[in-house]
């Protein structure tokens, strides 16, 4: 599992070779990269048939099109047919023409090119926009950045001076970031295969609900992903990365998949264990000795900040599990999804969720001030100053969570949808403060 490029082991530790090593990074940066492009063109979720546009449409951007006024009649331009009797552009999945229309004639008052050559380019481009909506809306990007933000801010817990932030840690942390972001999407795709018919009351814009995808586009795609996750895993040969990317895909699996004994969503408390077993504890530690032991090959020592960050975050998990099926109360209670907002109500987990956070904010500023960095005349002033901003920090996230809760409106789903996310960018803030903690 230990292939390398222009890195090998000398003495125990891990040096670059001759070549360049951001070439090295490149190289490992670009296959990923490569892969999940080629993926884009597998997925069949748009309808070339939606992406075009009407004839009166094009006439309102300066298209001139001028047809015969004979008895109706059918042309077919570049694969695509146009039928007099209606004005309408249809794909024709069987065929492509070989001749353009006669009928069909564009006049670009600046180009003067026939019809075909920039409404083709338009249509190609509005088709390609729409296949990264659906994939940016499939992927849950909010889960994504969390997993990104996660993972770099634990990666710099192991930085012990400006002299590791080399291209041998970016490269680690590039590795572990692109294995973890492939592996987000196949859970998080997962679950919405399993779950079409609640996210259609739900999250009715996600693709599998509203029919941009079919069932075994999300298949395919999720299936594709957890293979490039473990393909990265094994390129790599790191232990702790490979774990943490196993545990991950079993937790995330039993999560959703409806088999007898599985499909855990359905219990409240072994739901949201899952969740905290992936966010608290694999995140925390999995990949804080990936980038320790693996990358930098020092022994595994769990730190104050990790320490700190895993329960913090433990905190944080909890609220997620909770917070996460407010606003899907409607279709979880249709379904027999058992979750603490539908045996509890709304506005009791919504506060719960809400004092649970203001606890941990709390206990991080009393473990800040009374820290004995924040005193010791050992301690560097850079480092007095960034505990201190750790303090403020969470002072200021805490106030504006409780200024915040008190101004929502407990009846309106569009509200509570937007501070879910609120609590999502609080998780990405946390993560910002954690390297700060000394």
């Known amino acids: 599992m230990d292939t390398r490029c222009a890195i090998y082991r000398s003495q125990d530790k891990r040096i670059l070779g001759s070549e360049s090593p951001w070439i090295c990074l490149f190289f490992r940066s670009s296959l990923p990269l490569l892969l999940l492009a080629s993926l884009f063109l597998l997925t069949d979720q748009v309808r070339p048939q939606e992406a075009f ?6 006439q309102e951007r300066g298209f001139f099109v001028l047809k015969t006024y004979q008895s109706p009649v059918r042309r077919s331009v570049q694969g695509f047919t146009w039928d007099s009797s209606n004005h309408q552009l249809n794909h024709n999945r069987r065929n492509f023409a070989s001749k353009r229309t006669n009928d069909l004639i564009h006049a670009n008052a600046t180009s003067g090119h026939p019809l075909g050559s920039q409404p083709e380019a338009h249509n190609r481009l509005k088709l390609a926009l729409s296949a990264i909506d659906a994939f940016y809306r499939f992927s849950r990007p909010h889960t994504v950045i969390g997993t990104a933000m996660s993972i770099v801010s634990v990666s710099l817990l192991s930085v012990e001076s400006l002299s590791d932030l080399s291209p041998l840690f970016l490269t680690g942390l590039l590795e572990a970031v692109v294995a973890a972001l ?37 298949i395919t795609i999720i299936l594709s992903f957890a293979a490039l996750s473990f393909g990265v895993a094994w390129f790599v040969g790191s232990w702790p990365l490979f774990w943490a990317l196993f545990v991950s895909f079993i937790l995330g699996t039993a999560y959703s998949i409806n088999l007898p004994l599985l499909r855990w969503k359905r219990f409240a408390v072994v739901a949201a264990l899952c969740i905290l077993a992936v966010r608290a504890v694999i995140v925390q530690v999995a990949f804080f000795l990936h980038m320790q032991t693996f990358v930098f090959r020092r022994s595994a020592i769990l730190s104050r900040p990790l320490i700190f960050a895993t329960a913090f975050m433990t905190f944080f998990s909890v609220v997620i599990a909770l917070f996460k099926d407010i606003p899907d109360l409607e279709g979880d209670r249709i379904f027999g999804i058992r979750s603490y907002t539908v045996r509890l109500g709304q506005q009791r987990v919504f506060w719960i969720c809400v004092y649970l956070l203001q606890v941990a904010y709390s206990v991080a500023i009393m473990i800040g001030a009374t820290s004995s960095c924040l005193w010791s005349k050992i301690i560097t002033v850079e480092d007095k100053i960034l505990l201190a901003l750790q303090i403020l920090g969470h002072a200021v996230l805490a106030l504006i969570l409780w200024s915040r ?29 954690i390297p700060l903690v000394r």
Do not use: C, H
Not at 202 to 207: E, F, G, I, V
Not at 409 to 424: C, E, G, H, P, Q
Not at 425 to 432: P, S, T, V
């Open 53 to 58: 546009d009407s004839l009166e449409s094009l």
């Open 405 to 433: 809760a008190n101004s929502l409106d407990l009846t309106s789903k569009a509200a509570i949808t937007s501070f879910y996310m609120f609590i999502w960018k609080l998780f990405y803030a946390e993560y910002l403060l």
């Open 182 to 218: 492939f592996m987000n999407i196949y859970i998080v795709g997962l679950n919405q295969v399993f779950d079409i018919e609640i996210d259609k009351v739900n999250k009715p814009s996600l693709p599998l609900a509203s029919g941009e995808y079919s069932p075994r586009t999300g």
